[in-house]
């Protein structure tokens, strides 16, 4: 959510540029309002931040490669002021986690002007009015049924139901789920895979270009995703393993190629709300994890606390977070974690 001069004043600068570049997440939301704003002025660069959603220093090579007129930063919890100090050109920063003090950028959050947790992709989709379908799966894909799902269900009944009420549905019992899950895969594998396959989700006019396979770019896009999900179905397979009596479900797996952690810990916590979700990836010395709890539950206050005693980073909303944990220090962290939490009840 924006304010009208908010929006006015990014789309001013969306119609005035003529080289912008965007940095956006790595997840259904980041990868949505890019395309929002990408689709609308119709040029530019857009680039991934994978890991860690930060902004360095560093990523002002990316910015002299490709000389720009303007920076757009989406979706991405944390930019560092060496980087916009560094920064030639003007940064339009759109998010909405936890707000941050920073100079020399211009900054919106709804969080700040209206105390208020709104997804990127709705605030996108206020600046350009268009591509509906594309703001409904950034919006559900991070969990906010937005104003507009009305008008998408008008427009795509067979997508999202009348029957379906809440995000929990739409994600594991519509169409439109399978579309968020599409999104989030196209971003999965080797650097030139995605951006082929973002090359192709841009050119995509209708949703059912994907879901039916009707045009080259939504065949080309249907394909990766299948096979993405075989991957994914494994695991989540194996992770279902996992269920005990115990308050923690816990699954972590090796992977060099893959991640998959913030996908599985989404449908675990749907699945079973109750719990706290603990999916890690094994990589290098690290586990790398997505955590999910229900609602009550601040996670994010319990994660910051236990971090404090283990060797690891992390940080994100109440109920969802990220974050790194050396190996040597995971089972530690668990324990911990757990009575952490135990204090909230």
Request: with cysteine; hydrophobic share 35%.
């Amino acid at each position: 959510m924006l304010t009208k001069e908010q929006e006015q004043e990014i789309k001013t600068v969306l119609d005035s540029s003529v080289r912008p570049f965007y940095f956006f997440h790595d997840d259904p939301d980041g990868l949505s309002s890019f395309l929002l704003l990408y689709r609308y002025n119709k040029e530019g660069k857009g680039y991934v931040v994978k890991a860690v959603p930060n902004i360095r220093g560093e990523h002002n090579k990316k910015i002299e490669e490709f000389d720009p007129d303007v920076v757009f930063i989406l979706d991405l919890a944390i930019v560092d002021q060496e980087f916009l100090d560094s920064s030639k050109v003007q940064v339009y920063w759109i998010d909405h986690h936890t707000p941050l003090s920073r100079e020399k950028v211009h900054y919106y959050n709804p969080r700040i002007t209206f105390k208020k947790n709104i997804p990127t992709p709705v605030m996108c989709y206020q600046i350009v009015k268009q591509d509906l379908w594309i703001a409904t799966v950034g919006a559900i894909g991070d969990w906010y049924m937005p104003e507009y799902a009305d008008d998408f269900r008008k427009k795509y009944p067979d997508l999202l139901p009348e029957n379906v009420k809440t995000v929990q549905e739409a994600l594991y019992n519509s169409k439109v789920g399978t579309l968020v899950k599409v999104f989030s895969f196209l971003l999965k594998g080797t650097t030139t895979n995605v951006y082929k396959n973002i090359k192709a989700l841009s050119r995509i006019n209708d949703p059912k270009e994907i879901l039916e396979q009707t045009t080259p770019q939504g065949k080309f896009i249907w394909k990766y995703y299948k096979k993405i999900n075989q991957d994914y179905e494994k695991s989540l397979k194996e992770a279902l393993k996992k269920k005990t009596n115990e308050r923690l479900i816990v699954y972590t797996y090796s992977s060099d190629k893959l991640s998959l952690t913030k996908d599985l810990a989404n449908e675990l916590i749907a699945r079973f709300p109750d719990k706290i979700i603990i999916l890690g990836r094994e990589k290098d010395d690290e586990v790398r994890c997505s955590m999910r709890a229900g609602e009550g539950v601040r996670l994010d206050l319990a994660l910051q606390k236990v971090l404090r005693s283990v060797e690891g980073y992390g940080g994100g909303h109440e109920q969802a977070c990220g974050g790194a944990i050396k190996k040597h220090d995971f089972q530690k962290f668990l324990k911990l974690l757990e009575e952490e939490l135990n204090k909230q009840n």
